[in-house]
């Protein structure tokens, strides 16, 4: 399979990045070693160190007389079941005992497969694979997730500035987390000029820098202090919204926060401000979906095609990024039209938001997501599309409760309750 046409399905693959570790691989055949090379290049491997031979077992076995083994070896076996056994044997005895093994062999053999896992080997992965599947086998090898659910990053981007990304990443967390009725936490990366804060109605204590100052020692505890609780479903780390701090933070500063993150709601969306650093460059190719936002003109589309080159080429083995059309037909403004724009970057829009001011800029003055300011509006019904582009496909809405006509009594007894 191609390696830019990801497999059917790998959006709902969650794989957990793979942490700073040693692999080399013994290949026999061709076809294997450039699977291997091309998993390298994946953006979950970007830490791992990844070096692909040929010659098999036996120049493995020549390799490690003098030099230590990697944190994963990977050897592809010609089908000869007795030889890679015996090769195993005279491996095992300079192989360090924390080395991770993964044999790749021509046949589906059962029993082969039995007596390598009896014989301390991590899996057995019968050739041809495709590289996804490869790059899940290594991460599952090194970050086991005891079976908890690996939360989904969404990004989402705009093309250019002040086309209403921020609003939508704001109404599509909110929608997730109400609609969807599924956690989710919504991250503000506009450091300087966030409006998270300001969207939600709330003034929360602590915010995103916090997190950047307590850097590697920043765990799940101390996670839990600096996001702030909208609702049951939905919390948010908000941008302090000041100017005293420049935002030239190293490429890896939000690193650990996003791994935290991803095992603390299965829905995690960054509202990424417009502007190109290396940390936003790593938090957008980092995530599992991007949702790329523009209005329709000439600077958005020249904008929107470089950012899904990058993305094409940064991120082979993921979904296609989801383009939506926002601010369309505002009056006296010149514009391309939605099919030309789509068709000149060869992707289908996801939505096409209309140019609607006045809905818009009440939501923002009082504080509310759009569905909350007017419920009937069809924009409603855009931002669901998103939602729906972006979840997982056995994620479904859920069905309103019809309330009981004692509901209003019941909610005054409970808070007199507790006011006591």
Not at 66 to 90: C, F, I, K, Y
Not at 95 to 119: A, H, S, W
């Amino acid at each position: 399979m191609n390696a830019q046409t990801p497999p059917e399905g790998t959006a709902e693959l969650q794989i957990a990045p793979i942490p700073r570790v040693s692999i080399q691989a013994f290949c026999e055949t061709q076809p294997v070693a450039s699977a291997i090379n091309r998993a390298a290049m994946d953006r979950r491997m970007n830490k791992a160190h990844v070096k692909v031979n040929m010659g098999g077992a036996n120049a493995a076995i020549e390799a490690y007389r003098e030099s230590p083994t990697p944190n994963l070896l990977v050897l592809e076996g010609t089908g000869d079941r007795e030889a890679l056994l015996g090769q195993l044997e005279q491996l095992s005895e300079a192989c360090d005992p924390t080395t991770k093994v993964v044999i790749i062999g021509p046949f589906n053999d059962i029993q082969l497969y039995r007596e390598l896992i009896d014989m301390g080997v991590s899996e057995y992965v019968c050739a041809p694979f495709e590289v996804i599947d490869f790059i899940a086998l290594v991460s599952k090898i090194f970050t086991p997730t005891k079976g908890k659910p690996l939360g989904r990053v969404i990004s989402v981007v705009g093309a250019k500035g002040g086309v209403g990304a921020s609003t939508l990443a704001h109404n599509v967390a909110w929608g997730i987390a109400t609609a969807y009725n599924s956690p989710a936490v919504l991250v503000d990366f506009d450091i300087a000029f966030g409006t998270v804060g300001l969207n939600f109605n709330q003034d929360p204590p602590a915010s995103i820098m916090d997190a950047v100052t307590m850097g590697e020692r920043l765990d799940q505890t101390s996670l839990e202090r600096i996001m702030f609780r909208c609702s049951e479903t939905l919390n948010i780390i908000a941008a302090p919204a000041m100017l005293e701090t420049p935002c030239d933070f190293g490429d890896t500063t939000f690193d650990t926060l996003l791994e935290l993150l991803r095992g603390s709601a299965p829905n995690v969306i960054l509202d990424l401000p417009h502007s190109w650093t290396g940390w936003l460059k790593s938090a957008v190719l980092s995530s599992d979906e991007v949702v790329v936002v523009a209005s329709p003109d000439l600077a958005n589309l020249r904008n929107a095609k470089n950012l899904l080159d990058l993305f094409k080429l940064e991120r082979p083995n993921d979904a296609p990024p989801k383009l939506v059309m926002n601010m369309v037909g505002a009056p006296k403004r010149p514009e391309i039209s939605v099919p030309e724009f789509a068709g000149a970057l060869e992707i289908e829009a996801t939505a096409a938001i209309p140019y609607v001011a006045k809905l818009f800029g009440v939501a923002a003055n009082n504080g509310q997501m759009l569905a909350e300011t007017e419920p009937s509006n069809k924009i409603n019904e855009s931002i669901s599309d998103i939602i729906r582009s972006v979840m997982t496909k056995s994620a479904e809405p859920t069905k309103p409760t019809k309330k009981s006509l004692l509901a209003p009594l019941e909610s005054l007894l409970a808070r007199m309750k507790k006011a006591s």
